[in-house]
Structures are given as C-alpha cells and as structure tokens.
C-alpha cells in the first residue's frame, strides 16, 4: 500500500510546497499504479533546490521508499532508485570506477542532479548530466522506457525537468578511478582572474572562485588537482589558507573536504563532507551561464553592481562547465562560467536584486540553473536555447495528458 506524508519544504526552507501531500510507493508497481490515476504529478528527491520545479497543486511522489540498486558493468554503472552521490561514490571506488566529476555537496540525488543540469567545475568537465549513457523513464500510463544516444528523444530525456515522466533509473560513463590534491588560496589578484579565466579555471582539473564582488580578502581560489600540481596558483600570488577557511561569509564548521592531502576523487571534490551540513544551510541559491568567452566582460558587469548586491550576498562562486548537446543544459553548444549567487535567506531581498543581475547578462544570453531562484521570463529563458521548440514538442508527445506539467514548466517552456 502507499504510503503518504506531508510535502514540507525545500532543503533551506525558502519554498515550501503546495502540493497536498507526498505518495510513497514501495515498489516500481506501486509506482505505476499511482502515476496511472494521477491527473498531475511531480518527483521530490532531495529538495535541493530553490523555487517551484518540483511542486504540484496536487501530490507528489518520491523514490525514497523504492528499492535502490547499483550494478557497475565494464566502464557503467546503472542507478535505480533515490540513490545520492555520496552512496554511489564509494561504491564505485571499491570496484576500481569513478566520475569524471561531482557537485559541490554529494548529498543530492543523481537522478535529481542529473534531470536539472547540476554540475562541478572544470574547463574539460560537462555537468553531471553529460555523464548520462541511458535514462529509463516512466510514463503517465505507467510503462517504464529506456532512452539511450541512439533515441531521437536523448537530447531532451537527459535533462529533462521531469517532464516526461519519473526518472527511475539511470547509466553513467565510469572511469579509473583517481586520486585529487585539493587546496584553497587567497591572494591571488582579482584581475588575473577576470582578465584570462581559461588560465585560471584550466589550471587543475576543477577549479572553483570564491568572491564577495569587493573585498579581496574574502576572495579564495579553490583547486582540485589529479597530479597534485598546484604551483600554478603560487605564481599567480596565492597563499594556502590552512585549516581555517571562510567561504566569503558563509559559516564553514568543520564540513568542509581535507585540503593539502591526496585522496581519492569522491573525498575531495566537493567541496563539503558527505557526513556534515553542507555550506550555510540558511540561505537562496541563484546561478546564470554565460559564455566562457564573454566571461571577462559578464564579470565585470556584475563587479559593476556590486553595492547592490553585498547587502544580500553570503558569497559568489565561479565555475566553468564543458559544453555539451543536453537540449535545455545551460552549457548546450558552448562552454560557460556560472556565476553562483549564495544569498541570505530572505525571498523578498533576494527577489529585488536579480532583476539587476539579470539585466546585466542579458547581452550574454545568460541560462539560468534549473533549480534555483530566478526572475527571467519564460520568452527570455527560451531566447537562448535553440533546441527549445523540440524539447516541447518531446514532451507533448511523451506526457500528452499533461500528468508530469506544472506552473513553473508552462512558466518557462511554455508547456
């Protein structure tokens, strides 16, 4: 029988759920039966995220009660079920497998991470949905499909919003595994940064800015090396920071991943440890993709605004993701920095600066990520993505009642 509890709200309680209540089928039949007599229906995973993706007028659904399974095949590895990253990590260390890359906190889910372009950092690294090799969906009538690169709808079906159906399992690309050196700088010049961000952000395998938009000493260049090479940022001015590390003004209590050591891939490159809370807890997350060449002038546009936006800011964080050919990935096409806003939870300040900082990427053709706080309209979000209209036309065609829709799909797809 299925069980029930109430939505809630999001991970950092900014959006609280207008669904009327959770379904919690334990099995993949009970599943279909629910989807089956749904009229409309979205996933919960880990509520990592920060406006209404996920909600409903009416119920949601969540995995967490369905079996999990991870088989690991030659170079991939099939998820079923809610399944973290930090769960999955390890896993594939012991049989010798990796990523090619992870988020900033492991504690997400890989089929929610992978569905909203969720991603890391690194000049050769695509997000983590780039790593899909299969997606088996299930559809409103409950008939569960696989959709690899050889189906006309994988473009659409690896970064999809759940808008065709309930990701209930995934296939990522492995790798050997491999050890990482990280460590955190600060006193490396702003100008270095923004002037050539492919040497920067090209200098390890993933490399991560901190920044404050006006403090220098708040400033902090985080690299995460393979070869253990991090003299690079020594001859740019960079000091290690040591065991006190402070990401802008987010409180940072012992969660953070060790630095100054090797080890292996799934330890060191998020930045915060599987076993703690991670960054702030307490805050709104905004995030825009511009392309990696506009980057010097992107930068200092939003440099430009920086007295609006300190008295909201915690800290912002630079990346940089590969291109890839997800239709809705914000990094389709084109290799782009993502400029990461961490704010401070209050909805109604948080709301006042984005306008601005919109505004100022415009020319940029600045994405926005999927699951965080935004204010573009749906036109300018569908200006930039080129395979939009078949995306749509996917959907329509895979959900035709309607069932997986919602008001922040019909928003911004204008589905």
């Known amino acids: 029988m299925t069980q029930t509890r109430a939505a809630g709200a999001t991970w950092s309680g900014n959006h609280r759920y207008h669904a009327i209540e959770v379904l919690l089928p334990g099995d993949l039949d009970e599943l279909a039966e629910v989807v089956a007599s749904a009229r409309t ?29 991870v088989e690991i095949g030659g170079d991939r590895v099939r998820v079923e079920g809610l399944v ?64 690899d690169p050889s189906h006309e709808w994988f ?33 490396v010049g702003w100008d270095d940064i923004a002037a050539d961000p492919a040497r920067v952000f090209g200098g390890a395998r993933s490399v991560s800015v901190f920044t404050t938009w006006g403090d220098p000493a ?37 969660n953070t991943t060790p630095r100054g050591s090797s080890g292996p891939w799934h330890t060191r490159l998020p930045h915060f440890r599987a076993d703690a809370l991670p960054s702030d807890g307490d805050e709104i997350q905004s995030e825009y993709f511009v392309p990696l060449a506009s980057a010097p002038e992107a930068l200092a546009a939003v440099r430009a605004l920086a007295p609006v936006i300190d008295p909201h800011l915690l800290v912002t964080e630079l990346r940089t993701v590969a291109a890839d050919e997800l239709w809705l990935s914000p990094a389709f096409q084109r290799d782009v920095m993502a400029i990461h806003f961490t704010w401070r939870n209050d909805t109604d ?31 300018q979000i569908r200006s930039t993505l080129a395979r939009v209209d078949d995306f749509v036309s996917v959907a329509r065609e895979a959900d035709p009642r309607g069932v997986f829709r919602n008001d922040y799909l019909r928003r911004t797809l204008g589905l």
């Open 41 to 69: 229906l979205r996933v919960q995973a880990t509520r990592h995220t920060f406006n209404d993706i996920a909600d409903s007028d009416a119920a949601l659904v969540s995995l967490e009660r369905l079996p999990t399974r």
């Open 84 to 147: 973290t990253f930090a769960e999955l990590a390890p896993v594939l260390e012991a049989q010798g497998r990796a990523l090619h890359n992870l988020g900033s906190l492991p504690h997400i889910s890989v089929t929610g991470a992978t569905a909203t372009g969720t991603h890391g950092s690194g000049l050769r690294n695509g997000n983590l949905s780039s790593a899909l090799r299969a997606v088996e969906i299930m559809d409103a009538d409950g008939r569960t499909h696989r959709v």
């Open 155 to 187: 473009g659409a079906a690896a970064l999809s919003l759940g808008a065709l159906g309930i990701v209930t399992a995934v296939e990522l690309q492995t790798e050997p595994t491999y050890t990482v050196t990280q460590e955190a700088f600060t006193g």
């Open 218 to 254: 708040h400033d902090l260049v985080w690299a995460k090396s393979d070869d253990g090479d991090l003299s690079w940022v020594a001859a740019l001015g960079g000091q290690p920071v040591g065991d006190d590390i402070h990401l802008g003004r987010i409180r940072t209590v012992d």
């Open 349 to 379: 300040g948080v709301l006042s600066v984005l306008p601005a900082i919109e505004q100022a990427l415009a020319r940029f053709d600045a994405r926005p990520h999927w699951g965080k706080a935004f204010t573009l309209s749906g036109e």
